[in-house]
């Protein structure tokens, strides 16, 4: 099958430093793949270069057989690649269905001026909107939610709502940026079910960083490595954890 | 001119320009400071054209007309600072913004056929307390419109965080860039409608502190909230005046009165009067309007 998002040999330079080093993956269409390794390893600098905030300094990134880099973030997500951040970015003095209607603005297709003389074509795709927003919100269980500020959502209702707004841009790749730091044991739970059911009810690829070994070795089937932004090893959940470079990498070496 | 019915029309004005910068500063978030620049140019663009080029027509279409092209002229001067200053964030696009607006002022100080700094006199008096007002409903109905339809979302993501904001999708340039031409539009549009009420206009009615006292205007009624934009403007326009109707010492120490109030207020509610609430009359009287 083909690969729905590789990244060939993609290489990211901060002046002298390289971050990531000739990173090739392949994501097919309904994988569920873990990116790990530790703090500062290029994790999020690979986020950013497939969502397009950085430029990669050499190599390509192909999404469904298309070369992406150098494309605007926006463009982007537009072509159906969705991701939430490290640290938590909703708009915060929103509610909680202007957060998710926002996400549906590429879909929209009315012009300035049926919003200004609120024309049918206006009332007909808003109508729509809510109505998906609605339902989108319902299977995510924030329903009860739906008015409130984004602000005000107690720590683990935020970062549900993040992967929603990321979902209701109807992806067909989402990138999780450590979703369940922060979380405690019942809520990493809760999250480690729901990446499963997101995956398989939206019929998506989802490639996810995660500090959370448990969570990352429970839900991933195939598992990426890197450490100061090499790729050191790629497998399966069982390999990964019984690879002595990625032991070492976590833990050190032995010095005798 | 009658003074009352002055300053009445000068509240419409500034409504007019504050509804129109707290789309730029309060809903998309980007610190403009150039509004007087725009300001000026509609009030200069549409005296001239009411002076040099109008067709013998009734008093009101050249208003009108000069109200639209006050609205072009600026919306374009916009469009021309905005796409090279938009790129800027924060403090730097405030410094960026002030200094468009002063070489708006000082390009037409220079501009001999308009008057330079001697200013522009003989425009007819075609303003009257109806056209303003008209002109007031238009901009909130125009404005609240667009803020709550999918394009005032994606203006008010850019404010609440950029870079989500193109996450999601949104073409966040093009957004700022919108949102900048609209209100300088309407900045346009009552630089039209100042020229025609005070009949002599001239390069100092449109210093940097003008485009202050706008930002004060929105910031006292709450950023982001088209009812504070309105109450601002209003109080802003109305309680310097006020000051002078409370016997000598008063009228004397007014400027300094004002500033404390300004303080207080700003110490008391440091969020502005409205914050970002909306106080919708529709909904008020039960006449339905939903979110």
């Known amino acids: 099958m083909n690969p729905i998002m590789e990244t060939q040999a993609i290489t990211m330079r901060f002046g002298g430093l390289v971050a990531v080093n000739e990173f090739s993956m392949k994501i097919g269409a309904n994988d569920l793949i873990g990116l790990i390794g530790p703090n500062g390893a290029g994790k999020t600098t690979i986020f950013n270069m497939i969502t397009g905030h950085y430029l990669p300094s050499e190599g390509k990134i192909l999404f469904n057989g298309e070369s992406i880099s150098g494309k605007e973030p926006a463009v982007i997500t537009q072509g159906g690649i969705?991701?939430?951040?490290?640290?938590?970015?909703?708009?915060?003095?929103?509610?909680?269905?202007?957060?998710?209607?926002?996400?549906?603005?590429?879909?929209?297709?009315?012009?300035?001026?049926?919003?200004?003389?609120?024309?049918?074509?206006?009332?007909?795709?808003?109508?729509?909107?809510?109505?998906?927003?609605?339902?989108?919100?319902?299977?995510?269980?924030?329903?009860?939610?739906?008015?409130?500020?984004?602000?005000?959502?107690?720590?683990?209702?935020?970062?549900?709502?993040?992967?929603?707004?990321?979902?209701?841009?109807?992806?067909?790749?989402?990138?999780?940026?450590?979703?369940?730091?922060?979380?405690?044991?019942?809520?990493?739970?809760?999250?480690?079910?729901?990446?499963?059911?997101?995956?398989?009810?939206?019929?998506?690829?989802?490639?996810?960083?995660?500090?959370?070994?448990?969570?990352?070795?429970?839900?991933?089937?195939?598992?990426?490595?890197?450490?100061?932004?090499?790729?050191?090893?790629?497998?399966?959940?069982?390999?990964?954890?019984?690879?002595?470079?990625?032991?070492?990498?976590?833990?050190?070496?032995?010095?005798? | 001119m009658d003074y009352f019915l002055y300053l009445t029309q000068m509240c419409g004005i500034f409504i007019i320009l504050a509804v129109g910068l707290n789309l730029i500063n309060g809903m998309c978030g980007q610190f403009s400071l150039g509004h007087a620049g725009f300001w000026a140019i509609g009030a200069y663009t549409s005296a001239a054209f009411t002076v040099f080029v109008a067709p013998p027509l009734p008093g009101f279409i050249v208003l009108f007309i000069g109200c639209i092209i006050g609205f072009i002229t600026a919306g374009i001067a916009g469009l021309i600072i905005g796409v090279p200053c938009l790129r800027l964030k924060g403090d730097y696009l405030a410094i960026a913004t002030l200094g468009f607006g002063e070489i708006i002022r000082i390009v037409i100080m220079n501009m001999n056929s308009v008057g330079g700094p001697r200013g522009f006199t003989g425009i007819p008096q075609l303003s009257n307390l109806f056209w303003v007002y008209l002109w007031v409903v238009i901009t909130i109905v125009v404005i609240a419109n667009i803020v709550r339809g999918t394009h005032g979302r994606a203006i008010i993501s850019i404010r609440e965080d950029e870079i989500a904001a193109e996450s999601m999708g949104i073409n966040t340039f093009r957004y700022k860039t919108l949102a900048f031409c609209v209100g300088a539009g309407f900045a346009g549009v009552a630089g039209a409608l100042f020229s025609h009420t005070t009949q002599f206009i001239s390069p100092t009615n449109f210093t940097f502190m003008w485009?202050?006292?706008?930002?004060?205007?929105?910031?006292?009624?709450?950023?982001?909230?088209?009812?504070?934009?309105?109450?601002?403007?209003?109080?802003?326009?109305?309680?310097?005046?006020?000051?002078?109707?409370?016997?000598?010492t008063v009228s004397q120490w007014r400027m300094v009165i004002y500033s404390v109030i300004l303080i207080l207020l700003m110490m008391i509610r440091p969020t502005g009067l409205f914050g970002k609430h909306e106080f919708n009359p529709l909904k008020f009287l039960k006449l339905g309007g939903k979110s």
């Open chain 1, 82 to 256: 969705a991701r939430t951040f490290q640290n938590i970015r909703l708009f915060k003095d929103l509610s909680v269905l202007d957060n998710i209607r926002i996400a549906g603005h590429s879909r929209l297709s009315y012009g300035l001026a049926s919003s200004i003389f609120r024309t049918k074509a206006f009332h007909e795709e808003e109508n729509k909107l809510r109505a998906e927003a609605f339902e989108l919100l319902k299977i995510m269980k924030l329903e009860h939610r739906v008015d409130s500020l984004a602000k005000n959502l107690p720590y683990g209702e935020q970062r549900r709502l993040e992967i929603a707004r990321a979902l209701a841009t109807h992806p067909k790749l989402l990138l999780l940026d450590e979703p369940a730091a922060g979380m405690n044991p019942n809520e990493t739970k809760e999250l480690t079910g729901l990446i499963r059911w997101v995956r398989d009810h939206f019929k998506i690829a989802v490639l996810l960083i995660e500090h959370d070994m448990k969570l990352v070795m429970e839900v991933c089937e195939s598992i990426y490595v890197v450490d100061h932004g090499e790729l050191i090893a790629h497998g399966g959940p069982k390999d990964i954890q019984n690879n002595p470079k990625v032991i070492e990498a976590y833990l050190g070496t032995t010095e005798v």
């Open chain 2, 211 to 248: 485009s202050v006292i706008i930002l004060l205007m929105i910031i006292l009624g709450g950023m982001g909230s088209i009812t504070g934009a309105v109450v601002g403007a209003i109080i802003l326009t109305i309680l310097p005046e006020l000051l002078r109707f409370f016997g000598d």
